[in-house]
Nanobody, 123 residues
Framework: QVQLVESGGGLVQAGGSLRLSCAAS????????MAWYRQNPGEQRELVATITSGESTNYADSVKGRFTISRDNPKNTVYLQMNSLKPEDTGVYYCNADIRMWAGYVTRDVNAWGQGTLVTVSS
């Protein structure tokens, strides 16, 4: 089994910054694409940023120029640096990853989700 654990959320004022981390653990051979999503109650989960194994990145228009996604492969960790935060950035942020893992003596490809970390931006 593999597990993703997010951290770094909290309460900040508009204009402030936060850095989210997501660490993967388990019988991991390789992590391919990684992504951050966010969601508010009653709303659809929104894709915020993605990063490939080749470190190609994409961002939602609403966060472009303010957020930066990065990864540290030896640590199996992805980060989301969030600057110039706005109240509309508030939500639960989830980490997602495509992982090739060991399952006994063979490999499996799985898509894993973290438990989420809450980000609240006050005006």
């Amino acid at each position: 089994q593999v597990q993703l654990v997010e951290s770094g959320g909290g309460l900040v004022q508009a204009g402030g910054s936060l850095r989210l981390s997501c660490a993967a653990s388990g019988s991991i051979l390789r992590i391919n694409n990684m992504a951050w999503y966010r969601q508010n109650p009653g709303e659809q989960r929104e894709l915020v940023a993605t990063i490939t194994s080749g470190e190609s990145t994409n961002y939602a228009d609403s966060v472009k120029g303010r957020f930066t996604i990065s990864r540290d492969n030896p640590k199996n960790t992805v980060y989301l640096q969030m600057n110039s935060l706005k109240p509309e950035d508030t939500g639960v942020y989830y980490c997602n990853a495509d992982i090739r893992m060991w399952a006994g003596y063979v490999t499996r490809d799985v898509n894993a989700w973290g438990q989420g970390t809450l980000v609240t931006v006050s005006s």
